[in-house]
């Protein structure tokens, strides 16, 4: 990829991530503030619409995610998961609050599955982390 189509994508996904996805953690901390699950909804659509938007992008540019985009979107499943455990370990979460975040890392968890169905196959998906290791009798052929 040239250095101009690679700055070209970089500021669209920064665009994307800056106008869905801000608007999207907007609505889904509103919707945690006012214990609104269709606040919530609305949210966590728009980080949906960010997603497939980045997907796009990759797409048109022949690209598939960086190393500091996969990093960066572990890290933060890994944060909002922690945190969503800890809040409900607490036990003072709101019903609607508990329900949005199941929502919101279900479609987290689908989401996963459907991008790396439609970017590697079915078969190339579940290789992607199923790795089979050579028996001993294997190993010393």
Do not use: C, D
Request: neutral net charge.
């Amino acid at each position: 990829m040239s250095p101009y189509a690679n700055v070209e994508r970089g500021i669209l996904v920064f665009s994307i991530w800056g106008v869905f996805g801000v608007l999207g953690l907007g609505f889904l901390l509103e919707g945690f503030a006012r214990s609104a699950y269709f606040v919530s909804l609305i949210g966590i659509g728009l980080i949906v619409v960010a997603f497939v938007a980045h997907i796009i992008v990759n797409a048109v540019f022949n690209q598939g995610f960086t190393n500091g985009e996969t990093a960066l979107g572990i890290g933060a499943l890994g944060v909002l998961a922690l945190m969503f455990v800890l809040a409900w370990a607490e036990g003072g979460m709101p019903e609607q609050n508990f329900y949005a975040g199941l929502t919101f890392f279900g479609v987290l968890v689908a989401g996963f599955i459907a991008y790396l169905v439609t970017r590697y196959g079915l078969r190339g998906a579940f290789s992607r982390f199923h790795v089979k290791t050579l028996s001993v009798a294997e190993s010393e052929r």
